[in-house]
């Protein structure tokens, strides 16, 4: 069946090519095609963009069955509805007809009816169109006989001065089918003038004696091809305007089930690729249970609200990490093992120095093989997110912070400009940047520069702050201490040492006397705002366009948010890190063959892609590398003061 109408749909859209192409024939010899045929001759380039997406539709079985062979005939619904409203149709009148079906019939339009009801819309608009092209080609085709035939009798006039009409036409039943062959008669033979007054007083006759008003046929004729024009009209301008309609409008106006959906109280918030991946198993687990979508939907909502958690909870299937870890180790260690076994007895006279020397090699391949596989198996799901593109909320107020070493008042200047860039690029209330400048290891605790930075980079955040007028750019420098291991002057524990006292001075638990002894200058005296979460940046980072609102989207859904263990040393759910993947932008990807190699695409943007990461999808863990997202009172509790000195 899907094989019948997918043949249907392309002798439907060569019938049209053809047709068009006769048209531009025609027109080449100047030959006035109709305004109905102008419509097509104009808008044809709207049926081939449609082309390929129809083909592809029509070779998906489950969209051929909710197209044509579902619980309601979808093609046959919107039929109706078009013929109805003349097939004229824009976004509101399909979203109005398409709930009157629903009240009326007590049907509710499943989810992937919905994804198929604009590309139904146009196979129904296409077959229309199709019906109009052979009627009017037909018109044509007698137009043109019309017009050799007054040529004929033009020139018979002229030379006989009278003719007998009954020798050029034959008034039988199969001319009175063809009222717009009568009616280009008609208008020919008025245009030849006196010289034919006879003939038309003939014809007149003819007709009379089949009982034939000539008036009431041009009438029809005209009324025939008025309609024509303007149902040739709505159709192009509906392809036009069903193509503008976002499938967000039809699930939100249209789907019952998004109706009890967005009675949750993150759901409306969340992003569209989130939304996806909700509906994608509202459907699945749906058909597991055998049950309507609105009705799983209905019982979900139903229990969410009586034990208060957000219905992603229940949507989302609990995985057995711990037991897919062991297997996971257990194969790699048999076959590496195995394997390693049976290939040193061709390699090396004592096997069990073999075994030793192969695990290493052979395991890399096996754990290669095994990755490969598990991700077949475990395919990547998209982090859940709110979506903050219109800004971040006070309640997720952020700090995006780029810690370095600063070592010169250019490089203050030059931090900031990229400070001020991931600015514009993520422009927000209640996000606030800062520059945590470390000072350079010295055998001196005081280097003659230091006071400069110190004042430049106070100046840089006045003048940001003056310029944008508001308190959002930041400045700290750190003092040097002395390290023993190191037997030189430089700040405490380096980066992570200023991450953690930074996370204290935000938190506000960072004494007076320790800011004193740490910092030589800080903005934050007056900095009451609660921050949420930090984002860490390095000197050669990136924030692109709007990537602070997917981060802290990201880890502000319900989904997300980490739940620590009684003892509160560790998150047993959500995250309290999150890391996008990085990649090298467009000129460092050129500067050499190797980055060529190993950048991938640069530029490209992975902020809104779902890139495979094996431990993340596998095992729901991932490594930190100082560059993305952190929940600040989860950090600090459970880090804070953990890692030995002078060890990181």
């Known amino acids: 069946m899907v094989r019948k109408y997918k043949k249907i749909f392309i002798e439907n859209k060569k019938a049209i090519f053809d047709y068009y192409n006769y048209l531009i024939e025609l027109t080449r010899n100047h030959y006035f095609i109709g305004t ?170 003819m007709l009379a004696r089949k009982n034939i008003n000539l008036n009431d046929l041009i009438e029809h004729v ?40 967005l009675m949750d109280d993150y759901y409306g918030q969340m992003t569209r690729e989130t939304k996806s991946y909700y509906r994608s198993q509202v459907i699945t687990n749906a058909k597991k249970k055998k049950m309507t979508e609105y009705d799983y939907v209905k019982e979900l909502i139903a229990r969410s609200t009586k034990e208060k958690k957000h219905i992603g909870f229940y949507l989302k299937k609990k995985q057995n990490i711990k037991r897919r870890a062991i297997i ?79 070592d010169s008042v250019s490089k203050v200047d030059k931090m900031f400009d990229k400070l001020e860039c991931a600015y514009l690029a993520n422009k927000s209330d209640n996000l606030y940047f800062t520059l945590l400048g470390d000072c350079t290891s010295s055998k001196e605790e005081v280097m003659p520069y230091d006071e400069l930075i110190l004042d430049a980079g106070m100046k840089r955040c ?70 949420k979460y930090v984002i860490t940046l390095d000197q050669d980072t990136q924030l692109i366009l709007g990537a602070a609102f997917s981060l802290v989207g990201a880890m502000a859904h319900p989904l997300n948010r980490p739940v620590l263990n009684k003892q509160h040393t560790k998150v047993i759910s959500g995250y309290g890190i999150m890391q996008p993947h990085v990649s090298v932008d467009v000129e460092s990807t050129n500067q050499s063959l190797y980055t060529q190699i190993y950048a991938g695409i640069g530029g490209y943007d992975v902020y809104n892609k779902v890139v495979p990461n094996f431990y993340q999808d596998v095992f729901e863990e991932g490594s930190f590398w100082g560059k993305g997202i952190y929940d600040l009172e989860t950090f600090d509790e459970i880090l804070s003061g953990l890692f030995p000195l002078n060890r990181i």
């Open 462 to 531: 006045e003048v940001l702050n003056k310029k944008y007028g508001k308190d959002i750019f930041h400045f700290i420098y750190r003092r040097r201490l002395y390290n023993e291991g190191e037997e030189e002057w430089l700040g405490f524990e380096r980066k992570r040492g200023a991450l953690e006292q930074f996370n204290r001075l935000l938190l506000g638990k960072l004494p007076i006397e320790e800011q004193e002894q740490n910092y030589w200058g800080h903005t934050f005296k007056n900095f009451h705002k609660k921050i």
């Open 222 to 261: 005209y009324q025939d091809n008025a309609e024509t024009n303007i149902i040739i009209s709505n159709i192009f301008n509906s392809i036009t305007k069903v193509n503008r309609i976002q499938i967000e409008t039809l699930y939100r106006k249209v789907n019952k089930t998004e109706y009890i959906l």
């Open 36 to 205: 109905s045929n102008e419509w097509l001759a104009d808008n044809y380039y709207l049926i081939v963009e449609q082309e390929k997406e129809s083909l592809k539709f029509l070779n998906n079985r489950k969209n051929y069955n909710n197209a044509f062979h579902g619980k309601v005939n979808l093609y046959e619904v919107l039929y109706r509805i078009l013929k109805h409203n003349k097939f004229k149709v824009d976004g509101d009148i399909l979203i109005k007809e398409l709930n009157r079906y629903q009240d009326n019939f007590n049907y509710y339009f499943t989810y992937d009816e919905i994804n198929s009801l604009t590309i139904v819309t146009y196979l129904v608009l296409l077959d229309k169109l199709v019906s109009i092209c052979k009627q009017e080609e037909a018109k044509l085709k007698q137009s043109l006989e019309v017009k050799a035939l007054i040529q004929t009798i033009e020139m018979d006039l002229n030379k006989y001065h009278e003719i007998d009409l009954h020798d050029y036409i034959n008034l039988n039943d199969e001319i009175f089918s063809k009222p717009a062959y009568l009616e280009g008669l008609n208008s020919g033979l008025k245009e030849l003038g006196q010289l034919s007054n006879d003939v038309f007083k003939q014809l007149n006759e």
């Open 328 to 406: 996971y180790l257990t194969i790699l260690s048999v076959l590496t093992l195995s394997l390693s076994y049976f290939l040193a007895k061709f390699l090396i006279p004592l096997r069990l120095l073999g075994t030793l020397l192969l695990i290493i090699p052979i395991s890399e391949a096996v754990m290669e093989i095994m990755n490969r596989t598990y991700l077949k198996i475990y395919r990547p799901i998209p982090i859940p997110k709110l979506d903050f593109s219109d800004g971040i909320p006070k309640s997720s107020s952020t700090m995006t912070v780029i810690v370095t070493i600063l």
